[in-house]
Structure formats: structure tokens, C-alpha cells
């Protein structure tokens, strides 16, 4: 078991396979005293547990995912069919799982994706670049800027030559 | 407390800049703040090949008029571009989201979307060929870069263009296909002289080809009875491979593994009055040297746009999101007549986009009427174009 200490001082035990899906954890694991815990220096508690659940359930779909047969011989035809419809169906059972773990605020989802940058897990990053591109497409420029609490920091020449330069992109 | 979307770090910014798939939206999401902006390139190499625009013709002479209208499939909507950099030229070709625009033997490449320019040599030069016999000019492997020459009476101008890759790679070639004797020539940007590759001395206005396309380093050449050549421009060498469909209304594409197909289009003609076109695919078979055309009703991945004289290229349907395009579909600028027997050679038509589903035959209309034009040298046809920031 690997124990990990948020920012705010709470602490979470998780089993090493489960920790192993981070490559950060996995280089400290390799240096550090077991005993000890790992610091996450950059993340709270709340959002520690939010990863640390996306890091359990992604183990524990990994190991359920159904053996694709690769077998050619006209007999097993059946049994292809069969094991490619079984990976249709874990594919979109994870999916779904993962749509509702995205159902998340505007500042957890920023927390996700520092966090699993840090933490150097590769789907939780994708996942949270995917929700962001989301939310951006199909916007106004100031419907992103409003939706991201951004302030427009060009000049208004700035801004306008940019604008004038692509003006057909921002049409609506 | 509210989280600093604002000064995310830039490695940050550009995983979610390669997560957004559209043209448009990329260049919005680059106008937002500074910070966005800089961390992501106005050249980003993650960006899929765009549903293209259908650049709608326009009467090229006699006008200071710049305005491009181009109808763009995305949003469904026409955009207007201002192109002083078009006027007066002939815009005879598009490719990798470039045109070619010609003016006598001036040409050059533009961008629509950045409006980059590039120059390329004139076309034919300066130089005469004396002394290399021009049958065989290609296969010359003593020639050194020459130039080619021209007749008063030649007529050079572009019937197609291809980029054979995108413009700011240092392979990429263009290659031409022209009304001249010198019907098929290459060069690489930023040569000072065209290489001609075929020497059409037959035909006054530039040989038997048909068509043109290129795939996988090679090129491919169409000539009635739709016997293809195949040539290799790094070791100048050709090979002419099987043929057998006896067409001549064809276009060559290649498909989006790398496959040649050949788009025949037949128009339907309903009282004399051009009603529809109807298309038909052949592939260009794999298997062993003789190769042939195969009719196919499957096109697998593609979806095929095709425009007039030779303007053709091909998508996966893959990348383009969207249930309504495709696979298997052809996309093409749909041209009517009406039957005037006033009009003899001004005639005027109209158009507008259809997408044709390859496997039952139906024919939906995309847009409504695109408008009239005219089919003569005062026109610019149009002209399927993929926007690139590239």
C-alpha cells in the first residue's frame, strides 16, 4: 500500500498497482522508504480523492477489459464476433463512466488538469483537455473569455487586426 | 476562489489547442488573451485536413473587384475574403490548402487563409534546350537542370496544379499540367527553372493526358482509355502501367489510404438542357504489374469532392465528425443549363453543392442556388479549397 499526503495535510493509502498508473508516483516509489508517505505538494485533499478514484476505477477496467480474439480459422468466427461486441461493450462502459466523472465544476476541472499533469497521468490529462476543448467550441470569443473568467489583455488594435486578419472565423 | 484559466502553463495550453479539430475555432481560441495566443503556433501541425470551401466563380476581367466568395462547408454559410493578390490572375488549380494563380508566364502560390505568397519560377524560362533531344528528355539522366522554351504559338497555360505536400516542407514539389507542348513539368520551391517531365509533341494543345494526381512520392498520369503512367521524379524514371476503361470525361484522386481512383461524370442532358451529372468510381487495382480499373461502388473512407476541370481531392470521413459526410459519398459543385436558343457561346449557368451517396445512388442538395456564371476566359471556374493555416 502507498500512502499519499494532500496540501492540506490528508492523507490516502492506495494500493501500489492502483499508484503505479502515475508515472510521477511511479519514479517516488522507486526512490523513497515505503514506510514514508508521497507528498503532493500542489493539491488538495478533495481533488487527492477525486484523482485517486480515477486512478482505482481506471485499474479495475483494465482488468475487466475482454481479450480480443485475433484467431482466423472459420470455426471461431463466432467467438470473434462475440469478443469484439464484448469490447464494444467495455468500451462504452468506461465511456460512460468517464462522461460522468467529467460532470465537474469550472475550478475541480482546473484542479484535474493541473493535477494530473503533475502527477503525470496521461488519460486524466486527455480527459480533462477533451472537457476543456468542449467547452470551448462553438463559443463567441467573449462567451470563452466569460466561461473562463478570462480578461482580454490585447489592445483594441491588437485585437482588431487579428479579427480583421481571419475575419470569416468569426462571423456568426 | 476563482483558478487562473488566464496563465495556464503553455505546454498546458497547446494539449488543449491539439485537442480543438476546427480551423475556425483554433483561430478563435487563439484571440481570447495573450497568453493563449503565444503558446499556441499560427502553424500548428495537429490540425486534420478541413472540410473544404468551394470557391464560387467570378468574372475575372474587367473588375478592380477583390471580394472571394467561398461557400464553406463547416458552417454553411459564404465567406467573403478580400484577395487583392488574385486580381488579374488566373486561378487554375488548389492544393494543400494553396491556389495557383497564373498570369502569362508569372505564377505563384497563395494562401487564402494567411494570404502567404510564394513565387514560383516562370513559366517556361529563359533558356532554350538545345542540343537534349526532348522525347526523352526525362529519362536524360546526363540533363542537368534546364529551361524550357516556348512557341509564340504555345499555349502554357495551367490545367492543373499539385503540391505534393504541404508548402513549408523542404521536399515539397509542385507540378503542373499545362495547355503546352511541355504538358507536365516540376519544380521545387525556390528553384529558378520548371523540369519538365513529358514533351507532348503530337497535339497542339498538350498531349493525351487527362488527368493528373499524386500519391505516396509517385506520379500518376491518365490518358484516354485510361492507361495510366506512373513516374518517379526522384530517379526520373516511368513506368506505364494496364488501362482498359474507354472514358474520356475523367478525374484522377487520390484516396485517402493512398489508392488512385478515377471519377468518370457523365452529364444527363433532359431536352437539351443540362439537368444532372452522374458519376461513376474506378480504382486502379493492386495487384500485380498489369494493373486496371476497377468500377467500385464502395470507396470505403473517402468522401470525394469534385469540382471542374480536374479539381478533385479526397477526405476521410474519419476525421470529419459529422454523419452527414459520408463515408462512401461524393461531394461535387452540380452545374445546370438552361436551354436559351439565344445563347450560343455566352451561355449561362448555375450551380450549386450535392453530395451523392456512392452505394444507393441518392442525391441530396447541400445548398441551395449558388448563382450564374459563365464558362469562358472572362470566368474563373471554381475551385475546391481545404483551409490550412499551413
Given amino acids: 500500500m502507498v500512502l499519499l499526503r494532500s496540501i492540506d495535510e490528508i492523507t490516502v493509502e492506495v494500493a501500489e498497482t492502483v499508484a503505479l498508473k502515475s508515472n510521477m508516483l511511479k519514479h517516488a516509489l522507486e526512490e523513497s522508504n515505503p514506510e514514508q508517505f508521497i507528498p503532493l505538494p500542489n493539491i488538495t485533499g478533495e481533488v487527492m480523492f477525486k484523482i485517486v478514484d480515477y486512478m482505482t476505477k481506471q485499474t479495475e477496467f483494465e482488468s475487466k477489459k475482454p481479450q480480443e480474439i485475433v484467431e482466423k480459422s472459420p470455426e471461431l468466427e463466432g467467438d470473434v464476433a462475440k469478443a469484439k461486441e464484448a469490447l464494444k461493450a467495455w468500451e462504452q462502459t468506461v465511456a460512460t463512466w468517464e462522461v460522468a466523472y467529467m460532470d465537474v465544476s469550472m475550478n475541480m476541472l482546473y484542479d484535474l488538469f493541473l493535477g494530473a499533469n503533475f502527477m503525470d497521468l496521461q488519460g486524466l490529462l486527455s480527459l480533462c483537455a477533451e472537457k476543456i476543448a468542449s467547452l470551448i467550441k462553438g463559443k463567441t470569443v467573449k462567451e470563452i473569455r466569460k466561461t473562463f473568467n478570462i480578461v482580454n489583455d490585447f489592445t483594441p488594435e491588437e485585437e482588431a487586426d487579428y479579427v480583421k486578419k481571419y475575419e470569416w472565423a468569426f462571423t456568426d | ?390
Fill in chain 2, 1 to 390: 476562489m476563482g483558478r487562473d484559466w488566464q496563465h495556464l502553463p503553455p505546454e498546458l495550453l497547446q494539449v488543449i489547442g491539439k485537442r480543438i479539430p476546427s480551423l475556425a475555432v483554433y483561430i478563435r481560441f487563439r484571440a481570447v488573451c495573450r497568453p493563449w495566443q503565444s503558446s499556441c503556433s499560427l502553424r500548428p501541425d495537429h490540425l486534420p485536413v478541413q472540410l473544404p470551401w468551394l470557391m464560387l466563380p467570378y468574372r475575372s476581367d474587367g473588375s478592380n473587384d477583390s471580394t472571394r466568395r467561398f461557400y464553406d462547408l463547416a458552417a454553411s454559410k459564404i465567406h467573403e475574403l478580400d484577395l487583392p493578390e488574385t486580381r488579374g490572375m488566373s486561378i487554375c488549380g488548389s492544393s494543400h490548402g494553396w491556389l495557383f494563380l497564373q498570369k502569362g508566364q508569372e505564377m505563384s502560390l497563395l494562401n487564402p487563409i494567411t494570404r502567404a505568397t510564394i513565387s514560383l519560377p516562370p513559366f517556361p524560362g529563359p533558356l532554350s534546350t538545345f542540343g537534349i533531344n526532348p522525347e526523352n528528355l526525362f529519362e536524360n539522366r546526363d540533363a542537368n537542370e534546364y529551361a524550357i522554351s516556348i512557341s509564340p504559338t504555345d499555349n502554357f497555360m495551367v490545367r492543373k496544379a499539385i503540391l505534393t505536400s504541404s508548402a513549408h516542407d523542404s521536399s515539397c514539389r509542385v507540378i503542373v499540367f499545362t495547355y503546352s507542348k511541355w504538358s507536365l513539368a516540376f519544380c521545387k520551391i525556390g528553384d529558378v527553372c520548371w523540369k519538365a517531365i513529358e514533351f507532348q509533341s503530337g497535339y497542339p494543345w498538350g498531349g493525351d493526358f487527362r488527368d493528373i494526381t499524386y500519391s505516396n512520392g509517385f506520379l500518376y498520369t491518365v490518358s484516354p482509355f485510361a492507361a495510366v503512367t506512373m513516374y518517379n521524379l526522384d530517379n526520373r524514371s516511368k513506368t506505364l502501367l494496364g488501362g482498359g476503361v474507354n472514358l474520356t470525361r475523367i478525374h484522377l484522386v487520390e484516396g485517402v489510404s493512398g489508392d488512385i481512383l478515377l471519377i468518370h461524370d457523365k452529364p444527363i442532358y433532359v431536352n437539351r438542357f443540362l439537368k444532372e451529372t452522374k458519376h461513376t468510381v474506378y480504382k486502379l487495382s493492386n495487384n500485380g504489374p498489369e494493373r486496371e480499373w476497377i468500377k467500385v461502388i464502395d470507396v470505403g473512407q473517402n468522401v470525394l469532392f469534385l469540382g471542374s476541370h480536374h479539381n478533385a481531392l479526397s477526405l476521410s470521413s474519419a476525421n470529419l465528425q459529422s454523419p452527414k459526410w459520408g463515408p462512401n459519398c461524393l461531394c461535387y459543385d452540380s452545374i445546370r443549363k438552361k436551354w436559351n436558343p439565344q445563347e450560343r457561346f455566352d451561355s449561362w449557368y448555375n450551380h450549386n453543392i450535392k453530395l451523392a451517396s456512392l452505394d444507393n445512388e441518392t442525391v441530396t442538395d447541400i445548398t441551395a442556388d449558388l448563382g450564374r456564371f459563365q464558362v469562358n476566359e472572362h470566368w474563373q471556374r471554381s475551385l475546391w479549397l481545404t483551409p490550412s493555416l499551413l
